[in-house]
């Protein structure tokens, strides 16, 4: 089946800003996230530097595990507002900075927001 990506493409980012504007009027208290679990600071960076340069999250994250430079831990989770407000200010899809997380750092990208 033929798909017409930049439609697809916009019709995937029309989605995303109406999960946002909803999330903004009806204030979700949980969100879907993937994190890539990292052991150190110079892992955080090097995947950090490529998420940057355009590189795919899933991409990295598996490069990462291939590397040897991930922790154990689920890939996939839901937060809360308490747990990381930041979240809750962003889009679907938005990925933010690595953050130390107990003995290493974690990236972490918004998938949604659970009604």
């Not at 950090?48 to 922790?71: H, I, V, W």
Request: no cysteine; charged share 20%; aromatic share 12%.
């Amino acid at each position: 089946m033929w798909k017409d990506t930049p439609q697809y493409l916009g019709e995937l980012l029309i989605w995303e800003i109406e999960d946002y504007l909803i999330a903004q009027s009806q204030r979700p208290e949980r969100a879907k996230v993937a994190f890539i679990r990292l052991a150190d600071a110079w892992g955080a960076a090097s995947i950090a530097a490529e998420l940057d340069n355009g590189g795919s999250f899933y991409s990295a994250a598996k490069r990462a595990d291939a590397l040897g430079m991930t922790l154990p831990g689920d890939m996939f989770g839901t937060v809360t507002r308490e747990q990381m407000p930041h979240v809750f200010a962003a889009v679907p899809g938005t990925t933010f900075p690595p953050m130390p997380d107990g003995d290493g750092w974690v990236i972490v990208r918004l998938v949604a927001f659970e009604s």
